[in-house]
């Protein structure tokens, strides 16, 4: 059986990713090349029903091992990785029997347990990152091996008993459209887990109410020494627009439950401006009064500037996923970690899952850790040891008992 460090290492070679603002899904063609691997593989493994769709959903059926009834469970990651950080030619450093002190990454970055304390609770692991020129893609490279690895126990001579089991492997998550091409009625699970978590033990069942805003600010370009009176300048009509939101109201400010209008983006001249946004927050009606004062903020300006300086397109993306949950499932979890040793730490997410989406379509789905850390950028990294405990958790998960 290959080691989940070396089949880890195999797809994070693969640049899968995404890109935002696409029509067609995948947003990338190069998603196809992990996508083609990974169907492959659950050939190779003996998965029945392996199928790779025109939008590049990966889903496969491990047939139950036992008599008598039991629930279909699904386990679901996605392939893509985030545009925040490039994903191509990622160069892994690997420490093993990692002793607490800062990992050189290259000459110019070091993971640094000062500055990333949760390096510590990895002190005699083999640790997994980058030279720090692109992110690893754990997020959720990660989650993927590890479900590969537990199909792989699932499918040997000594595998525990299990009834049906369904696999499915996502693209475009990253960029908010994992699902729009998701077939829940022929995946055909009672329920499911998404293992695209952070660190050990990580289980959520809630997560943002979620929104993306584009914001088009229209302006009039004269020349400088002739403007006054006549010049719109709409990068500062859009610095004054941001300066309406609250200043503790944004990401870099915010923790827990709190939520925050997110400037994602800003481009433009004085003639015309785009502004992207993304608003986030746990409860509804502070969502919605959140997405009312982006409204009334744009409203504000037209009456200012004039009528069609100011042009809003905002856009529900996801609700908290605990509106649609079923709670057996969660417990089920909180079960199987407990039963394997894991501690579980149930927060909620501060994001969002393609089970958020899932859940609403009539597939309850939590997420589950998928080992990973500083995910998004290049300080991001996973341990063998972690990935080996969630493989674990996996089999324990869709045993029966």
Same mark, same amino acid.
């Given at each position: 059986?290959?080691?989940?460090?070396?089949?880890?290492?195999?797809?994070?070679?693969?640049?899968?990713?995404?890109?935002?603002?696409?029509?067609?899904?995948?947003?990338?063609?190069?998603? /196809?090349?992990?996508?083609?691997? &990974?169907?492959?593989?659950?050939?190779?493994?003996?998965?029945?029903?392996?199928?790779?769709?025109?939008?590049?959903?990966?889903?496969?059926?491990?047939?139950?091992?036992?008599?008598?009834?039991?629930?279909?469970?699904? =386990?679901?990651?996605?392939?893509?990785?985030?545009?925040?950080?490039?994903?191509?030619?990622?160069?892994?450093?690997?420490?093993?029997?990692?002793?607490?002190?800062?990992?050189?990454?290259?000459?110019?970055?070091?993971?640094?347990?000062?500055?990333?304390?949760?390096?510590?609770?990895?002190?005699?692991?083999?640790?997994?990152?980058?030279?720090?020129?692109?992110?690893?893609?754990?997020?959720?490279?990660?989650?993927?091996?590890?479900?590969?690895?537990?199909?792989? @126990?699932? /499918?040997?001579?000594?595998?525990?008993?299990?009834?049906?089991?369904?696999?499915?492997?996502?693209?475009?998550?990253?960029?908010?459209?994992?699902?729009?091409?998701?077939?829940?009625?022929? /995946?055909?699970?009672?329920?499911?887990?998404?293992?695209?978590?952070?660190?050990?033990?990580?289980?959520?069942?809630?997560?943002?109410?979620?929104?993306?805003?584009?914001?088009?600010?229209?302006?009039?370009?004269?020349?400088?020494?002739?403007?006054?009176?006549?010049?719109?300048?709409?990068?500062? @009509?859009?610095?004054? &627009?941001?300066?309406?939101?609250?200043?503790?109201?944004?990401?870099?400010?915010?923790?827990?439950?709190?939520?925050? /209008?997110?400037?994602?983006?800003?481009?433009?001249?004085?003639?015309?401006?785009?502004?992207?946004?993304?608003?986030?927050?746990?409860?509804?009606?502070?969502?919605?009064?959140?997405?009312?004062? =982006?409204?009334?903020?744009?409203?504000?300006?037209?009456?200012?500037?004039?009528?069609?300086?100011?042009?809003?397109?905002?856009?529900?993306?996801?609700?908290?996923?605990?509106?649609?949950?079923?709670?057996?499932?969660?417990?089920?979890? @909180?079960?199987?970690?407990?039963?394997?040793?894991?501690?579980?730490?149930?927060?909620?997410?501060?994001?969002?899952?393609?089970?958020?989406?899932?859940?609403?379509?009539?597939?309850?789905?939590?997420?589950?850790?998928?080992?990973?850390?500083?995910?998004?950028?290049?300080?991001?990294?996973?341990?063998?040891?972690?990935?080996?405990? @969630?493989?674990?958790?996996?089999?324990?998960?869709?045993?029966?008992?």
């Amino acid at each position: 059986m290959e080691q989940i460090k070396d089949r880890f290492l195999r797809y994070v070679a693969v640049d899968t990713q995404s890109k935002d603002g696409e029509e067609q899904v995948p947003s990338t063609n190069k998603q /196809f090349q992990l996508a083609e691997m &990974l169907a492959g593989e659950l050939i190779r493994m003996g998965a029945e029903d392996v199928q790779l769709s025109e939008h590049c959903y990966v889903t496969a059926t491990i047939p139950a091992n036992m008599e008598g009834k039991a629930p279909v469970i699904g =386990l679901i990651a996605h392939m893509d990785t985030s545009d925040a950080a490039s994903g191509a030619d990622i160069r892994p450093v690997i420490t093993e029997r990692y002793d607490g002190t800062p990992i050189r990454m290259s000459d110019k970055k070091t993971l640094d347990p000062a500055e990333f304390p949760s390096l510590l609770r990895h002190i005699g692991e083999t640790v997994i990152c980058t030279d720090g020129t692109t992110l690893l893609g754990a997020d959720d490279k990660a989650g993927v091996a590890e479900i590969m690895q537990a199909a792989e @126990i699932l /499918f040997s001579k000594d595998a525990p008993r299990h009834g049906t089991i369904r696999i499915a492997f996502t693209p475009d998550e990253e960029v908010g459209r994992g699902v729009d091409c998701f077939d829940v009625e022929q /995946f055909a699970a009672d329920f499911a887990y998404t293992v695209d978590g952070g660190d050990l033990g990580d289980l959520s069942y809630e997560c943002f109410n979620a929104a993306g805003a584009e914001i088009l600010i229209e302006g009039v370009s004269i020349h400088p020494g002739e403007a006054k009176g006549k010049m719109k300048n709409s990068l500062l @009509i859009g610095m004054e &627009l941001q300066s309406m939101l609250p200043v503790f109201m944004n990401p870099a400010a915010t923790e827990k439950r709190e939520g925050f /209008f997110h400037l994602d983006r800003m481009s433009g001249s004085v003639e015309r401006t785009v502004m992207k946004y993304i608003v986030r927050d746990h409860d509804r009606e502070l969502f919605e009064a959140k997405k009312q004062l =982006l409204i009334s903020a744009c409203a504000f300006m037209n009456e200012k500037y004039g009528s069609g300086t100011v042009t809003l397109n905002m856009n529900d993306s996801y609700y908290n996923m605990i509106e649609a949950m079923d709670m057996e499932v969660v417990n089920r979890a @909180i079960r199987s970690m407990k039963a394997v040793g894991i501690e579980p730490v149930i927060e909620p997410i501060r994001g969002g899952t393609d089970g958020a989406r899932l859940s609403f379509m009539g597939l309850p789905c939590p997420n589950l850790c998928a080992g990973g850390n500083n995910f998004h950028g290049p300080y991001e990294y996973v341990t063998v040891e972690t990935m080996e405990k @969630i493989t674990e958790l996996l089999v324990e998960l869709v045993t029966d008992r």
